[in-house]
């Protein structure tokens, strides 16, 4: 397993943007489906994004319009671009990279959407 450290959470209010970086000690993410989860209070951990390393995304029905997942391979990094946030965005979000026979997370960053 290869650590992964995410970054960008914080507070912001509704409407606004946040971007999230998840990093890699090494190069991992070319080769691994890596995806963004969120975990709400009192709520399970939900899946947010998907990216595949043929280049293939996906979102859960939400966000999409909302957020995009990208890759910069070359950087060992991992992106989620968060716009027009709403409150029901707060969460937790955590970075997932699952490759062949090996999987990582992260330790999350918390996003806090204000009314």
């Known amino acids: 397993q290869v650590p992964l450290v995410e970054s960008g959470g914080g507070l912001v209010q509704a409407g606004g943007s946040l971007r999230l970086s998840c990093a890699a000690s090494?190069?991992?993410?070319?080769?691994?489906?890596v995806r963004w989860y969120r975990q709400a209070p009192g709520k399970q951990r939900e899946l947010v994004a998907t990216?595949?390393?043929?280049?293939?995304?996906s979102y859960t029905d939400s966000v999409k319009g909302r957020f995009t997942i990208s890759r910069d391979n070359a950087k060992n990094t991992v992106y989620l671009q968060m716009n027009s946030l709403k409150p029901e965005d707060t969460a937790v979000y955590y970075c997932?990279?699952?490759?062949?026979?090996?999987?990582?997370w992260g330790q999350g960053t918390q996003v806090t959407v204000s009314s």
């Open positions: 090494r190069s991992i993410f070319n080769v691994a489906v």
């Open positions: 990216s595949t390393s043929g280049g293939s995304t």
């Open positions: 997932n990279a699952d490759g062949s026979g090996w999987n990582s």
